[in-house]
């Protein structure tokens, strides 16, 4: 069975930085495009950070730009999202996705809270 398994969520200041994780099983990780999407209350949800299978390309949202970043180690099968200089506006649940756009396939972790306090 496929698996997307994330940690690393908690609670943190202002300020602060957290590393989350997201360990894959049941795919070969290294065809995947990974990527990293957040949503809080009342909101959509929303690309944060991406990483392709073929290059490792990135991409981020505007609003994390240079703040996180997006890794992945195909040995261990997971990808990492680095999140430095943390502010209230970043509380959201993350998760992790995984695709193979081209064969229309998905599937989505059961996410991790981040709560940055002011």
């Known amino acids: 069975q496929v698996q997307l398994v994330e940690s690393g969520g908690g609670l943190v200041q202002s300020g602060g930085s957290l590393r989350l994780s997201c360990v894959a099983s049941?795919?070969?990780?290294?065809?995947?495009?990974m990527s990293w999407y957040r949503q809080a209350p009342g909101t959509e949800r929303e690309l944060v950070a991406a990483?392709?299978?073929?290059?490792?390309?990135?991409n981020y949202a505007d609003s994390v730009k240079g703040r996180f970043t997006i890794s992945r180690d195909n040995a261990k099968n997971t990808v990492y999202l680095q999140m430095t200089s943390l502010k209230p506006e970043d509380t959201a649940v993350y998760y992790c996705?995984?695709?193979?756009?081209?064969?229309?396939?998905?599937?989505w972790g059961q996410g991790t809270q981040v709560t940055v306090s002011s």
């Open positions: 996705k995984a695709a193979r756009p081209r064969l229309g396939i998905i599937y």
């Open positions: 990483v392709t299978s073929v290059g490792g390309s990135t």
């Open positions: 049941g795919i070969t990780f290294s065809r995947y495009d």
